[in-house]
């Protein structure tokens, strides 16, 4: 097939256009999707805002989409025309250390979709041969809606989060910083058998966007005493886990205080370059024998746990998807965004 397709595309720091452009080619090793839905990423506002080096420019944007199988390159075993698919979108070698060690997410050499392969803000997307070999393409049963399954990859990156963290059935889990990732992270979390689910954020207008999620207790630390209440609502102990998805220090460096002894604190959200050496107090860390963890992006058996997940139907993937939009409304979606009116807005070409 050749013909045209409408894409958005990233130029520069403040150009981003919709376009016009080439389907994309579908040579040995590689797929072709018809792209159905693309979530629009915070990483997105942000390159659109700041840009971003990593980027080589023009390219079409775009990495938590699905789609549908169009063409299977010559070679590829195990897929075909019509399948709906997702991704673990930042590609792997499978050859370093660390793809050997099974964690592919940290791979030396990760090639993120929409910053060196195109991605899937656009009709088509063409999936390198590379990700197809390393098991990147995750399949996606029947029933689960394009727009709920555009959501597998930032929740897969929750997943990782829930995983790092251990969480037990019954345990209480404090997520602090309500955008959409601390959101979805308190939605995983109770997935994972939370049975109290304490979110904290500044931000009123974010806090009211968790209450159709009904977590048990919202805080505003800014008015709020959030130790105070962490305590009160775990019998003086402390969280069993911690879950820091937000992007300043504050939050970081208080997190360890709220955890009971043998807890776990995630730093999900990451601070920006130059900006992230915190002050820590290593007593509590020391003391109370505490794990303190990072976590990174999302591995495929990520992806694949948070697409069954959707499939079971339990995930609230209706209010995570809070805005259906065609591909020509990017803008409209930044501006959803950047007011905290939304959680993930979904693109549809
Ligand atoms: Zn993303
Ligand atoms: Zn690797």
Known sequence: MSGSMKAIVYHAPGDIRVETVPVPSCGEGELRVKIDACAVCGTDLKTYLHGNPRIKAPMVMGHEFTGLIEMVGEGVEGFAAGERIVMATSVSCGKCAYCQRGWPNLCADLVPMGFSYPGGMAGYTTIPARAVENGHVVKVPEGVKAEHAALAEPLSCTVNACENCDIQDGDTVLVIGAGPMGIMNA???REFGAAK????EINDT?????EP???DRLVNPATEDLAEIVMAETDGLG???AIVAAPAAPP???APLLVRKRGTVCLFASLPKGESTISLDSRPIHYGELRVVGTSDSTPAHVARAVQ???GGSVPADGLASHVL???DLFKAYDLMQSGESLRVVLKP
């Open 213 to 215: 999620f009904g977590f």
């Open 252 to 254: 970081q460096e208080g």
């Open 326 to 328: 065609g591909l020509d």
């Open 309 to 311: 997940l959707l499939a």
């Open 197 to 200: 689910l304490i979110v904290a």
């Open 239 to 241: 969280a069993d886990v």
């Open 187 to 189: 939605c995983m979390a």
């Open 206 to 210: 974010r806090l009211a966007m968790c």
